[in-house]
């Protein structure tokens, strides 16, 4: 077994530069290309994400400390999904709840009990217990 003496490593072979040192040189900072999304499924997963991402940077600093614009790397790609499935760009229950839960165990019988928030945990959110309505119809339409 060879060892590896510190005069061999190369800052290059760990992404460091020797300018900047752990910071990117050329950092990507594109757009989401919303035109690679193809299905339904797909825009709505990009809503949910995007809803998520957008209302973090919005409220990160709390109500006083809200920003005058968002970055266009996330506005861009956010408004566009947003008028491809006929939502607002912002952060709601289609988004945070119908769009992203999963059926506890699936061998029971379909109910709001069964119903977990499947990503964005960190929202506290208890699905059985926002718009007890739309649930009751939707179950009732099963």
Same mark, same amino acid.
């Given at each position: 077994?060879?060892?590896?003496?510190?005069?061999?490593?190369?800052?290059?072979? =760990?992404?460091? /530069?020797? #300018? !900047?040192?752990?910071?990117?040189?050329?950092?990507?900072? %594109?757009?989401?290309?919303? *035109?690679?999304?193809?299905?339904?499924?797909?825009?709505?997963?990009?809503?949910?994400?995007?809803?998520?991402?957008?209302?973090?940077?919005?409220?990160?600093?709390?109500?006083?400390?809200?920003?005058?614009?968002?970055?266009?790397?996330?506005?861009?790609?956010? =408004?566009?999904? /947003?008028? #491809? !499935?006929?939502?607002?760009?912002?952060?709601?229950?289609? %988004?945070?709840?119908?769009? *992203?839960?999963?059926?506890?165990?699936?061998?029971?019988?379909?109910?709001?009990?069964?119903?977990?928030?499947?990503?964005?945990?960190?929202?506290?959110?208890?699905?059985?217990?926002?718009?007890?309505?739309?649930?009751?119809?939707?179950?009732?339409?099963?």
């Amino acid at each position: 077994m060879s060892s590896v003496k510190a005069c061999d490593m190369k800052l290059v072979d =760990y992404d460091i /530069s020797p #300018k !900047i040192g752990f910071l990117l040189e050329d950092p990507l900072m %594109s757009e989401l290309d919303d *035109n690679q999304l193809i299905s339904y499924k797909e825009l709505r997963l990009a809503h949910t994400q995007l809803s998520c991402i957008g209302s973090g940077y919005i409220w990160q600093n709390g109500p006083t400390g809200t920003p005058d614009m968002i970055p266009r790397c996330l506005a861009v790609p956010w =408004y566009n999904v /947003s008028k #491809k !499935i006929c939502l607002n760009p912002i952060l709601h229950y289609p %988004s945070l709840i119908l769009n *992203n839960y999963t059926i506890i165990n699936p061998d029971k019988p379909f109910s709001v009990q069964q119903i977990r928030l499947q990503g964005f945990k960190e929202f506290n959110v208890n699905p059985t217990r926002i718009h007890p309505i739309p649930q009751s119809f939707f179950l009732r339409l099963t």
